[in-house]
């Protein structure tokens, strides 16, 4: 397998309702896409990176300029001997730029697997044809705000909600959905990397609420200090922004700063990583699940497809198209009884399309 060319397409997804974490709002996903031309077939990635660089170091220009200037370059040079399985290595030299290398990685091997008619959940090792949603919920300006739209994903038929927190918008909120929708729901909070060291009290507060899990409370670099978190609240906690790689997995499960992790394969250098780092976990007792950056449905298939093996044990935030969109940029992924469907079509099982796509996208560029 070859690659030939790679079209980056910017595009500006408008979102129903703006999404708002302890970083900062957003109301259009703005993401890059790779479009990759192979002598075996067309492949399609979304990478993850957003506008800002505010969950991570990485953002869409930054992410499409590497891709151009880096990646896409030395993914060429691999002529004949191109395969998903060498763009890690053959990228290893170049440090972080982990979503830019997923995004690449995603779509060469949607190109393979499309060529060999496997689907991602086939390669990838999946053991479900459907997932459990769960729902990510932004901060809200108000509480009522905050509970009328809980009510409505519940309503939908999600099977956990997670609610964004941040100091000032925490205790209360969370308070108010554990005391309305009962001891039942699973309910779990994301920080976002908003609190310190010194906010282990404020922290400790939650425990009473039976929270299946807090997700990265304190900064991404400060994996100690989750490790002295987990063992002063009962709250289990989660790292998402920290693990970016397998190796890092299995050191913070080690000394105990996570005992669940959120997988992102973009923000960990792409699926096959993402599965090295579900197979860590999985021979630690470690439960993991499939976090989410907003994706349109050619980012959101892939997930699907990692969310349905074995060790994705709580549900993920794969949430419906109709949780974010008017319009996806794939025929709509649906909600049924909480669950979703896995794609079973070649590589990530679903068509951009066209007209919806020329709508949303703002400038294309190409990679020769
Ligand atoms: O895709 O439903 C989604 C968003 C889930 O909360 C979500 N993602 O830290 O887990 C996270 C955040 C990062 C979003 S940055 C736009
Ligand atoms: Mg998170």
Redesign the pocket.
Known sequence: MKLEAVELIRLDVPLKSA?R?S?GS?TVHEVVWVHAITDVGEGWAECAA?ALPD?SSEYHTAAAGVLRDFFIPEAMKLGNELTAEAIAPALHWAKGHRMAKAALETAVLDAQLRASGTSFATYLGATKTKVPAG??VGIMDTLPELMKTVEGYLADGYLRI?L?IEPGWDYEPVKLVRETFGPDLLLQV?A?TAYTRDDFDLLKRLDEFNLLLI??PIEEEDILGHARLAEYITTPVCL?ESIVSAGVARDAIEIGATSII?IKPARVGGYIEAVKIHNVAQAAGIPVWC?????TGIGRAANLALAALPNFTLPG?T?ASA?YFETDTTEPFVLVDGHIDVPTGPGIGVEPIREVVDRFTVSTEWVK
């Open positions: 999404f974490t970083e957003v957003n969950y729902v990510s997670k964004k994301d976002n997700e990265q998402d959120n976090g989410g950056m907003l994706e935030d949430s949780r």
